[in-house]
């Protein structure tokens, strides 16, 4: 149920799992970042395993792209990869630092491929305390100069401080991670509404979610289209 580990062996190197270095970015109350450059140059046979599973979901399951915005490839944790052990151990470990908690139980986790004219629409997820997401491939290197707003994930919410500048409860401005940021991974309260803009690019944007809790939540998880 923790994130016991302190080191996953990967190779011949052995990573920590949250190294003394790895520093936290606010840019509100409770969301927030740190970059994982440790992974970026050993995560390509991870996203190959996800590509070729991505492959198959959009032959067997061709309009669900369109329903969720993009494909969702999940159970990761049958890829038997280490970059994935890595990154659900951290993920555990930075919610344990973010929120306070001394467990953390991953309610659910899955890889979402983004390609060109997908988006995801505003939403929440009910059955977690936090969520984090990891900017596993960006998509195109020059998305962003193309198009300020491609691929990004928002936050729109007011009750989010930031998003309401104006006015408060009145939602007149967004919150996104820095536009130049690869390889992050950010962290923000499960009930506040976020969205991903429409992705335009030839390489494929790819992330991965968890929802996260203290403890177990009862109750079936269920993946019928509701967001959960």
Known sequence: MTAAKSKIQIGPVALDVFPDDLKYYPIDENIGFIENKDIAAIQKPFIEAILKQEAKN???????????GGMKVRN???????????????????FMKATGAKT????????NVVRDGEYTLPHAHKRATASVVYALDGGDDDGFEREPMNGLLIFADPRLANCCQGKTGFVGTTISPPRALRNYMIIFPAH????????????PRISIAWNLNAHKVSGELKHDGNIE
Do not use: Q
Request: charged share 25%; proline share 6%.
């Open 192 to 203: 506040i509404t976020h969205l991903v803009t429409p992705y335009t690019g030839a390489r």
């Open 58 to 68: 959009r032959i067997e399951s061709p309009l669900m792209s369109k329903a969720e």
């Open 104 to 111: 953390a139980v991953v309610d659910d986790c899955w890889a």
């Open 76 to 94: 990761l944790g049958d890829f038997d990869s280490p970059i994935f052990e890595l990154l659900n151990e951290r993920v555990k470990t930075f």
